[in-house]
C-alpha cells in the first residue's frame, strides 16, 4: 500500500512539473499528449518537406517525375517559356530505373537528385517556382 501511495505521488508530482512548464506555446491533447504551437519546418521551408515516392508506370521522363514530386508541395516547374534549352532537353529524357523507387529525402534533394550534377536548383518562393541553371562548366564555348 505504501509502495503504490509513492508512485501515485510520484506521478502526480510529475505531472504537475510537466504542466506547470506548458505555456502557450504548447496544447494538451488528452491526457498523456501535448503539442507545440508552431509550424514544422516543412511547412516554413517547402523544399524541406520529406517524400518518399514510388513513380507510377505513367511517369516516364525526368519532367513528368519532377511534376509528380511538385504536385503537392506547393511549387511547380517555371513555365517552359521561360526554360532554358538545356533544361527542357534534360527534362525529356527517360527517367532511369534507379530513380522509378525514391527517397526517403527532402524535396529538394529528390529534385537535385533526379536533375543531375549539370544543374543547380533555383526557386522562387514568391511566386512557387522551380527552375534550374546548368553550372558553368557545363555551358559550351561559343566557337570561334
Do not use: W
Not at 523507387?101 to 511566386?127: E, Q
Request: net charge positive; aromatic share 8%.
Amino acid at each position: 500500500m505504501c509502495k503504490r501511495f509513492a508512485a501515485v505521488a510520484a506521478g502526480l508530482l510529475l505531472c504537475a512539473a510537466f504542466s506547470a512548464q506548458a505555456d502557450d506555446s504548447m496544447t494538451q491533447f488528452g491526457r498523456y499528449l501535448t503539442a507545440i504551437n508552431k509550424p514544422t519546418s516543412a511547412q516554413t521551408d517547402l523544399l524541406s518537406q520529406m517524400m518518399q515516392v514510388k513513380f507510377p508506370q505513367t511517369v516516364q521522363t525526368i519532367g513528368d517525375a519532377m511534376n509528380y514530386l511538385l504536385k503537392f508541395s506547393g511549387y511547380s516547374l517555371v513555365d517552359k517559356n521561360k526554360m532554358s534549352s538545356d533544361l527542357k532537353n534534360t527534362l525529356s529524357k527517360p527517367l532511369p530505373t534507379v530513380d522509378r523507387d525514391f527517397g526517403p529525402m527532402s524535396l529538394k534533394d529528390g529534385l537535385i537528385t533526379l536533375i543531375g550534377p549539370a544543374f543547380s536548383l533555383v526557386h522562387d518562393p514568391l511566386n512557387r517556382t522551380i527552375d534550374f541553371h546548368l553550372k558553368s562548366e557545363f555551358k559550351k564555348e561559343p566557337k570561334k
